[in-house]
């Protein structure tokens, strides 16, 4: 009880001695009354509302629901929605409810228990079921990274890497996909995914290349906006939006300076973009603008510094350019754990981050602590309550244009791994695939082949067609994706009747055999994610080298098809190869790869980056020109047909 009062306060009135303890047990009697009434006061908002506030109607406006809403928000329940955590860091699930939490993200690899659809839908509804336990009823976002589909649950469509969509050039195409990761997504409940990937890689030295749809930024911005407008076109019955994007990472993520990560473990990744303003605006920024104007609603920022200031604490870009100037009105997410890459304490990284305009923090761990942080910050001056409202309103604004407020039941066109899905897929890897090189008309394949001889890490492997953030961050390895076909399985079903396909992984097809008519070699990288991905040198494998020569003696001709998050160091394979084809990573539909192969569908593909030959060329600009001024091997939108 005492504890309220300030300490000098009997020193200061000095009090009477007369009135001894009695007056003493008044004092403290009137004092108890005062703080009872005090509680009474400060609890009186945090009665639940009455049926017809008018936030819970659904025919109010949404600036009406809004500011009713906000205007019975307690400053703690303002900065829980600022928040979100990761489940595997959610201590006691009933947190949810307590502290507000804004938003509930499942980091690469943080699935149910179960993880199949149902499993997933149990999860996210139990988490939502929590949030809207709590005093207002504010559901929660699930969010993901859908960069490729669904790639959390076994059973979903993979769809190529954005590397290998970028080649297609196809924004048609690019909705479609997004609209069936929707779909997908909002099978399993899930309502908000970190997708699509804006960045422009002007290092493949940098473990995230295939995350990109390339390095022009026209490119770019045309396929971001048409996979927001896909992802965003699942609606709920009541026309909000099913699955939110997030276009990221905010900015000029993929320029960042080779050697200079923030992060010890890596090179690139997590470093820093030096540019001036002039390239802000003609380059990092159009892809962006694109995303705002096809409906974004979250954007993503970058763990990447700009110059000597982690892109968190940026206030000029993200909230004099970003919100002021380019009109963006959603809200800004900081990326796992990037609010504390900025020097100092958790209480300032955290202060200068709301300060600087991210409205939701990724935290994604100890969410109590910045509940308190943000709390004092605000009671002390360091953050005002305008700043606090303002992302508050951005947060709440997207969840009433989700329609997390009304019905979000699923509707029975939620489909998952569907059999149009497959076919979208393989139409997908089909046009991503590049021809390089096809020395005397080497390819199409016919059914009138005699013998083929198939080899290579990537010809019997799904996971490596699948690349990283597939079940695991890191990717998986082998055939055990439900639905998945690998390269190799495609190739012997579509072979002619009279063809015989022989496989060695290692192109071990023994001594002094009958040479094939092909030799396929279909070779590559395993898969990798983020900064674990930061390669100082991208090439073929040794193993994969030996496949190939051993290959050459055995056949009469060799195709390579490379299977890869980025163009590899490989010219004198490319030399001496017949024909050579870049796949990407084509994810669960390899028969998309064989249907080119055997000339049942054009080659469409271009490169969406230049194809270095050597190492000196890094970095190839977003306008295609190399460091040390040589033609690179290939240059972007290179494509034989
Ligand atoms: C990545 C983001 C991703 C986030 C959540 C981070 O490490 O940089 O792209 O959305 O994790 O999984």
Do not use: C
Not at 471 to 495: H, K, M
Not at 539 to 548: C, F, P, R
Request: glycine residues 10%.
């Amino acid at each position: 009880m005492t504890a309220r009062i300030p300490r000098g306060f009997f020193a200061e009135k000095k009090l009477p001695k007369v009135l001894g303890a009695v007056g003493i047990a008044l004092v403290g009697m009137l004092v108890y009354l005062y703080s009872g009434r005090m509680e009474l006061l400060h609890r009186e908002p945090l009665k639940p509302p009455p049926a017809d506030a008018p936030y819970l109607q659904k025919h109010e406006s949404a600036e009406v629901r809004l500011q009713d809403l906000v205007s019975r928000m307690t400053l703690e329940e303002k900065i829980g929605q600022m928040a979100l955590v990761d489940k595997n860091s959610i201590q006691d699930p009933d947190d949810v409810r307590a502290y507000g939490l804004g938003a509930v993200i499942s980091g690469a690899g943080a699935k149910p228990d179960v993880n199949t659809p149902k499993g997933w839908k149990t999860l996210v509804a139990g988490y939502s079921e929590i949030s809207k336990a709590s005093r207002l009823g504010i559901p929660i976002f699930y969010g993901v990274d859908a960069i490729h589909g669904h790639g959390n649950v076994p059973g979903a469509v993979i769809f190529p890497h954005a590397i290998g969509l970028g080649a297609s050039y196809n924004p048609t195409l690019v909705e479609s996909i997004a609209r069936a990761t929707a779909q997908e997504l909002a099978a399993t409940g899930v309502n908000w995914s970190f997708s699509p990937t804006l960045d422009m890689p002007e290092d493949i030295r940098w473990g995230r290349t295939y995350e990109s749809f390339g390095s022009d930024p026209v490119l770019v911005a045309t396929l971001g906006a048409a996979y927001l407008r896909g992802l965003q076109s699942v609606h709920t019955e009541d026309g909000g939006v099913r699955v939110l994007g997030t276009p990221k990472h905010f900015v000029g993520a993929g320029s960042m300076e080779w050697g200079s990560s923030s992060n010890k473990d890596f090179h690139i990744d997590q470093g820093t973009t030096r540019a001036d303003d002039a390239r802000l605006r003609a380059v990092y920024l159009p892809p962006f603008a694109a995303t705002i104007e096809a409906g974004a609603q979250s954007i993503m920022v970058g763990l990447n510094s700009w110059g000597d200031t982690k892109l968190s604490a940026e206030k000029y870009l993200l909230t004099d350019v970003l919100k002021g100037e380019m009109g963006f009105k959603g809200f800004l997410v900081s990326d796992w754990y990037g609010v504390y890459e900025i020097p100092g304490t958790d209480y300032s990284a955290a202060v200068a981050a709301i300060n600087a305009g991210i409205d939701m923090v990724m935290l994604p761990f100890d969410y109590k602590t910045f509940v308190t942080n943000v709390t004092r910050a605000v009671r002390r001056g360091d953050i005002t309550e305008a700043r606090i409202d303002d992302a508050v309103l951005r947060i709440l604004n997207a969840k009433f244009a989700s329609g997390l407020f009304d019905d979000t039941t699923s509707k029975p066109t939620d489909t998952f791994g569907a059999p149009e899905h497959r076919q979208l897929a393989r139409t997908a890897v089909s046009e991503s695939l590049v021809l390089l090189k096809n020395k005397q008309r080497t390819l199409p394949l016919t059914e009138h082949l005699r013998h083929i001889r198939v080899a290579g890490s990537a010809a019997d492997n799904v996971g490596l067609q699948a690349g990283a953030w597939t079940i695991e961050w890191q990717g998986i390895d082998g055939n055990w994706l439900p639905g998945g076909t690998s390269l190799l399985s495609g190739i012997r079903t579509r072979a002619g009747k009279g063809t015989t396909v022989e496989y060695s992984r290692t192109g071990d097809f023994g001594v002094n055999v009958m040479q094939a008519d092909i030799g396929i070699a279909i070779v590559g990288e395993k898969p990798y994610a983020e900064g674990w991905g930061d390669n100082e040198y991208p090439t073929l494998s040794e193993e994969d080298m030996q496949t190939i020569k051993k290959l050459r003696v055995t056949s009469d001709k060799v195709v390579v098809i490379v299977v890869s998050g980025r163009p590899l160091f490989m010219s004198d394979v490319i030399a001496s190869a017949d024909a050579v084809v870049a796949a990407w990573l084509p994810g669960s539909e390899g028969e998309g790869v064989v249907d080119v192969l055997f000339g049942d569908v054009p080659w469409k593909g271009k490169l969406p980056l230049a194809w270095p030959d050597h190492i000196e060329q890094l970095p190839i600009t977003t306008v295609g020109s190399t460091r040390d001024g040589s033609v690179p091997l290939f240059p972007r939108y290179f494509g034989l047909r």
